[in-house]
């Protein structure tokens, strides 16, 4: 039977209404887009008097600042055909693998990879899918294959940094390249033409390959610092000319993005990291260092420079060379009017009403600008600075460490303060104690109790605070300092709740920690209520990944006394294999190797009880680390040696006991009263004590014999008189 014609309206209208929908959006987009760049244009302009509303309120993306001179369009390098990327891909695999049957093999195969590759270098640094081969090819590239990559990008480097994926093989040439230049400068032989080299191949240094990039890039500088994608090779290049480190451990923002791909190579140790050692450079890098810090101030007027420090892409780039102008050319820059630090500042005296003066105060809780007001405090002249610091900050202390971005900038000001001046900080910060622990705000506190600790300062008035906000039905808890919260179990235990995406719990557990490397009180809080916690709550601690890290400070702590240590250690008896086996407690279990240094009884102790677990140890990745950690091979096929070794290494006290009568220790002969005695010291007394009973013995029984016999000292050589 025919079917029925049905209209197809329902689908028809719901698809033709999203489709209206979708153009729509685009229309909006597009012309949200023109609003956009017609305001841009219109905000950067200095003849409209909007710049401080566009830079409040504006978000930037990949504008630059105006009046500076643009490179022209990126060019197209062309695309490779689908054989030579099917090619380079399996390449990069095979590179990343690392599986090679040793290092002459990987050689060949890079010469094999870099044949193939040429013609073709700024293709594959522009590829999407092939530019990771190019850094991995930059990693383990010889000082030669480097300078002819060099070559290679030469006369194309500008287009290149500003190109999304070409822009982070230039980072990794320059990084790989650096140190070819410290070897050259200590060898100049490395440069000259081998003997057996092809005549027609022009051989230039690594240093003149450098130069040779900067004045490419030297008429864009301005454009560059701005750039999305070039500032980030722009501050590297900057930090390979000044010869200064970098580190993994730097503050990234500064110099790489935090969403930056790591390309590494598997098993090649040695460049895992993309660090750089303090190095020397040549006189020319400083030379073209100097220009550069130079011409970026020439090129730009103090109220661009200032624009500049809330650019979030070019504030970094600024703090970089402010930095850099400060510490390799002398704190006297400040006094030359063509230096950054005087554009940016250039009122002397610096007072309330002049423009530095507001300049300041705008960046204090900016959360841009606070970070290059930073870098002004932590590099500035100590005459710059004591200025600063009495017109801005000194009656403000308080309530900067209250504010979330101005506590930073607190921060830097306390670690140049003097004896008297942070004694002042001391107490204004003091009484905002209650208020900072309320807001989970204690990385000032740390900084001010280790600056504390430099200066020798009194924390009496940081300790009375802390004890208060931190004190519970117990006195002062160091649960509530590391926010630690307990739930119940389906096995009726209690374990933490490992949450360590809350940055409270960090700045707990490092504010401890900076508690315990204070000698006195302060440090005394958080060892005696580790101390309290019982064995439930010390196994809470140990398997948290964030408060583990206060346990094992307190244990490698030189701060903290034996007795403390032994008591702590104790209340893991029984525990120590299932906390091995986690991956927080097993770092416990290995900072308890070191804690028991003077407690040699209690590391066999632990070590016996790891030897009962020993088949879920070596089923265990971190039970395994631990089993090695702790030698724990050698304990069971040649105990006598791990014992005598052990016992060396916990040192020679062996054993100290608690003290007796309310805390005074007995003491010895050459020992201070009140000094606790440690294993062999009692021994050697109760020895002393027992041979000169047995003297005494000795002489009572003599002078009973001399009586009863008539032999007398007078009697010396004469006959017995018998009685």
Known sequence: MPKEHRKRGRRDEEKKRKREQHQDEETDAKRSKHAEEDFQQLAIDPTTGAEEEYYEDYQYEDGAIDGVTRPEALPFYGMLDEDEQEYFKRADELLELNQFADAEERSLFLENVYKEADGKELKIASSQSCSRLMERLILLSTPVQLKGLFQKFSGHFLNLVQHRFASHCCEALFIKAAPTVTQEVAKPELTQTPPSSDPNDVVVSMENLFLYTLAELEGYLGYLMTDRFASHVLRV???????????KQANKSTVQSKRKEKITVAGSEQVQERTLEQRVVPKSFLDALEKVIKDSAASLESTWLRTLAEHPTGNPTLQLLLQLELTKFGKSRAKDETS??????????????TESASFINGLVYSTIGSRLLETIIQHAPGKMFKAIYADFFKERMGSLARNEIAGYVAGRILERLSKEDLADAVRQISEQIPNLVERNRTAILKTLIERCAVRNVDTAPIKAQLEKAYSGNNGFEIT???????????????????????????HGSLLAQAMMSVPGPLGKLIFDSLESLGTHLSLIVARDPIASRTLQAALKSPNATVIFRRKVIQQFYGHIGELALDPAGSHAIDAIWEGTHGLAFIRERI??????????????????????????????????????????????????????NNGDAPTAKGNKPGKHLTAIELARQRHAAAKAGQAKKDHKEKKHVAKHTGRTGGNKGKAPVLT
């Open 480 to 506: 509530r300092i590391l926010k630690l919260q307990e739930t119940p179990s389906e096995d009726e235990k209690s374990q933490s709740k490992h949450d360590a995406s809350h940055p409270e719990k960090v």
């Open 340 to 353: 950054i630090i005087h554009k940016l500042l250039p009122d002397d005296p610096i007072a309330e009403g």
């Open 607 to 660: 070590a016996e009880e790891l030897a009962e677990n020993e088949a879920a140890l070596r089923e265990s990745f971190v039970g395994r680390a631990v089993w090695r950690n702790w030698q724990m091979d050698l304990y069971k096929r040649r105990r006598g040696d791990w014992v005598k070794q052990s016992r060396y290494t916990a040192g020679n006290e062996g054993f100290q006991s608690f003290p007796e």
């Open 237 to 247: 290049f900057l930090i390979v000319l000044s010869g200064e480190p970098l580190e």
